[in-house]
Each structure stands twice: as structure tokens, then as C-alpha cells.
């Protein structure tokens, strides 16, 4: 690890001697773990959290992600919402949203291959099923972490 971050600082001074213009974004998971020499000034100066996505943020990305396939949906406005409320609930990251739907639209298309009938509507259960046996990719113990991280005043 140590090769790969003396290489980085090298190839930021490098770039940054040549004064090209240039914004540098990076990001982690674990902003805890950065090492100080990434931080100090003219590297990256700045720090923002990228939240987990709360329900009406859930219910946003469920209504874009499932756009296309409406023609197989049965879910009402409150089926969204309640869905929302349950993924929100569970600490789910947009990549554990999106992950249920692909799952249940997986789900949904070996059960209609299998038996080779046409494609059912996929409805409120279909959702409920497949979170309950989807855990989140974020742990209580990776929450707690980055609570602290921000509490420590290292978030600018």
C-alpha cells in the first residue's frame, strides 16, 4: 500500500507542477482511513459525505429505476412509499435498492421462463420478499465509524 500511495502523491505533484487547471476527485469509504498526507493543502483540500439515501430519496430512485418496466408493475403510490420506508429503514445504499430490483425482476422473468406462461405482474410482495433476504451492503458497525469520523470535525 505504501508503493501505491508514495506513486499517487508523485503523479499529483507531477501534474500539479505543470500548472494544468484541473479539479481531482477521489473517494472512499472509509475517509477515516486516509492518510494525512492526502489531506494537507494543494492535494485534496476538501472533504463532503455522500449520505445513505433517506425513504424519499429510496422512493425516487425505486420511481426512476423502475420506469421501464411498468408494464409489468402492480404497485400504487402507497406500495412505493411503503417500500421506501422499508429500505430506508434498513440503512439500503442505491446500490442495495437497485440490487433488490434487479433481483426481483430476475426473479420474475425465471419464474415465467420456467413454467413458460406468460409474465405476471410483479407486485408489493415481490419487493417485500426480496428485502427481507437482502441485507445491506452498509453494517451498523461501518455506520458507527462514520458517524464518529464526522463528529471529530474532519468533515470541512
Known amino acids: ?32 482511513d486516509i492518510d494525512s ?3 494537507r493543502p494543494g492535494r485534496f483540500d476538501m472533504a463532503c459525505e455522500v449520505t445513505l439515501p433517506d425513504k424519499a430519496t429510496v422512493y425516487q430512485l425505486l420511481r ?23 429500505m430506508a429503514q434498513k440503512h439500503y445504499s442505491g446500490a442495495d435498492v437497485e440490487a433488490v430490483l434487479n433481483n426481483v425482476a430476475l426473479e420474475a422473468y425465471k419464474c415465467c421462463n420456467q413454467y413458460a406462461i406468460q409474465a405476471r405482474k410483479i407486485v408489493k410482495h415481490n ?20 458517524e464518529e469520523w464526522v463528529l471529530t470535525g474532519m468533515l470541512k
Not at 426512476?64 to 422499508?86: G, P, T, W
Not at 419487493?127 to 462514520?146: A, G
Open 1 to 32: 500500500m505504501n508503493r501505491v500511495k508514495g506513486k499517487l502523491l508523485q503523479v499529483m505533484s507531477n501534474v500539479f507542477a505543470e500548472n494544468i487547471p484541473m479539479i481531482l476527485i477521489g473517494a472512499t469509504n472509509k475517509p477515516w
Open 64 to 86: 426512476i429505476k423502475n420506469h421501464n418496466r411498468q408494464s409489468v408493475l402492480d404497485l400504487s403510490e402507497a406500495d412505493y412509499q411503503e417500500l421506501a420506508e422499508l
Open 37 to 39: 498526507a492526502f489531506l
Open 127 to 146: 419487493y417485500i420478499r426480496q428485502i427481507e433476504v437482502t441485507s445491506s451492503s452498509t453494517d451498523n458497525l461501518y455506520l458507527k465509524s462514520l
